[in-house]
C-alpha cells in the first residue's frame, strides 16, 4: 500500500533563508508523487509533480522537490523563503488500484518570520 | 484554475438533517472525487466517480452517498448528518490516473450542530 509521511509538523523560517520540508513515502512501485500547497482558507494548489522523468522536479514559485529512491525521501525546497510562502503543504502520493486517489500526508505548516 | 465550483460553501445544519453537496466542473474531466479535511489528517478520500453513473467507496465512506447523472456534476449526500461530519469537504477533478494531477474545489466548510 502506498502512504507518506512528512516528517515535520511545523517548519518555521526567516525570510530570505532556505526552505526544507521533509517527506518519505512509502510504494509498492514506481509512485506518482506531488506536493500542493494550500494557503489559509483556501483550497489546494498543485505545486510539482513526480511522474518518473527527472528526479528533480521543479514546480512554482521557485519550489523544487528531488526524487531519491534509495532514500524513498521526496522532499521540497526552495533557496529563499518569502513571506507569501507562509502556508500548509501536503506531500502527496497516488494511490493504487482502480481508485487512484490522492494519499495525503498529514501537512507541514511553514511559518515565515520577517 | 479548472473550473471547479461548489456549493454551498458553507453550511450550518442540524444533527439528523440530510445534506447535499454539489461539485460542478467545467472541464470534461472524467474522474470526480469527495475528500473531506480535518486538523492532523491532511485529506481522506470518501468517494469517487470515473464516469457517469460509475462510483465507488473510498477510505471514509460511512455515512456518506454520492450520485453522478452527468459528467460535470458530482452529489455528495450526508444522509443523516452527525456532529463527526463536521469538516471541510473538497472536491477534486482528474483527467486520468497514474501521473495526471488532481485540480481541487474551493471547498465546502459544514458544521453540523
Known amino acids: 500500500a502506498q502512504s507518506v509521511t512528512q516528517l515535520d509538523s511545523h517548519v518555521s523560517v526567516s525570510e530570505g533563508t532556505p526552505v526544507l520540508l521533509r517527506c518519505n513515502y512509502s510504494s509498492s512501485y514506481s509512485p506518482s508523487l506531488f506536493w500542493y500547497v494550500q494557503h489559509p482558507n483556501k483550497g489546494l494548489q498543485l505545486l510539482l509533480k513526480?511522474?518518473?522523468?527527472?528526479?528533480l522536479v521543479k514546480g512554482i514559485n521557485g519550489f523544487e522537490a528531488e526524487f531519491k529512491k534509495s532514500e524513498t525521501s521526496f522532499h521540497l525546497t526552495k533557496p529563499s523563503a518569502h513571506m507569501s510562502d507562509a502556508a500548509e503543504y501536503f506531500c502527496?502520493?497516488?494511490?493504487?488500484?482502480?481508485?487512484?486517489?490522492?494519499?495525503f500526508g498529514k501537512g507541514t505548516k511553514l511559518s515565515v518570520k520577517p | 484554475d479548472a473550473g471547479i465550483t461548489q456549493s454551498p460553501r458553507h453550511k450550518v445544519t442540524e444533527t439528523g438533517t440530510p445534506v447535499t453537496l454539489r461539485c460542478h466542473q467545467t472541464e470534461n474531466h472524467r474522474y470526480m472525487y469527495w475528500y473531506r479535511q480535518d486538523p492532523g489528517h491532511g485529506l481522506r478520500l470518501i468517494h469517487y466517480s470515473y464516469g457517469v453513473k460509475d462510483t465507488d467507496k473510498g477510505e471514509v465512506s460511512d455515512g456518506y452517498s454520492v450520485s453522478r447523472s452527468k459528467t460535470e456534476d458530482f452529489l455528495l449526500t450526508l444522509e443523516s448528518a452527525t456532529s463527526s461530519q463536521t469538516s471541510v469537504y473538497f472536491c477534486?477533478?482528474?483527467?486520468?490516473?497514474?501521473?495526471?494531477?488532481?485540480?481541487f474545489g474551493p471547498g465546502t466548510r459544514l458544521t453540523v450542530t
Open positions: 477534486a477533478i482528474s483527467e486520468g490516473q497514474g501521473p495526471h494531477e488532481q485540480y
Open positions: 513526480y511522474t518518473s522523468a527527472a528526479t
Open positions: 502527496v502520493v497516488r494511490g493504487g488500484g482502480s481508485q487512484g486517489n490522492l494519499i
